[in-house]
């Protein structure tokens, strides 16, 4: 029996909340030059066939993920600065503190956006172990790659 997939490493890695080995995403790369593909998903996962959107308007929730995960990094960005410049009222370190944050959440909000989804995701659907026998690669049609027994066909 295979162990299985770490839970953390499986949401960081955006994998498929279900066999934890499907990517959720068609590009890898979140910093993927075209914006307008930074969200594209498969309907389904590539391994296991789940459903990655459960219903209709199903990632409108990922706002709350989004703001929430907004919300903490700009709390670290706070702390890091605060011990490394200071901030003050006196001076004009509470604005270039601003100015920091915003600029590195605009930077990391293409991997916010994606990790917010798989977070969402892993909310609602749990990894089954029985897709652990599944194999990793699949044929064009989403029909996994391991032969059928003797005397079936499709």
């Known amino acids: 029996m295979k162990k ?6 499986s949401v960081l890695g955006m994998k498929c909340p ?6 959720m ?11 307008s593909k930074i969200l594209d998903m498969p309907e389904k996962c590539p391994v296991c066939g789940q459903h990655y959107e459960l219903e209709t308007g199903f990632w409108f929730g990922t706002g709350y993920v989004s703001y929430a995960l907004g919300v903490a990094l700009s709390v670290f960005n706070l702390i890091w600065y605060w011990l490394l410049f200071g901030l003050s009222w006196k001076d004009d370190s509470l604005l ?3 100015a920091v944050n915003g600029v590195i959440l605009v930077l990391v909000q293409p991997w916010m956006m994606r ?3 798989a977070i969402y995701l892993y909310f609602f659907v749990y ?3 029985e897709t ?6 699949v044929h064009k049609h989403g029909e996994h790659s391991h032969p059928h027994p003797a005397g079936h066909s499709h």
């Open 96 to 98: 270039y503190w601003l």
């Open 25 to 35: 995403f068609r590009t890898k790369n979140p910093f993927y030059w075209r914006l």
């Open 115 to 117: 990790i917010s989804r």
């Open 127 to 129: 990894y089954d172990e």
């Open 132 to 137: 652990a026998h599944l194999p990793d690669t």
């Open 18 to 23: 279900k066999c934890r080995r499907g990517n």
């Open 4 to 9: 299985k997939p770490n839970y953390f490493l």
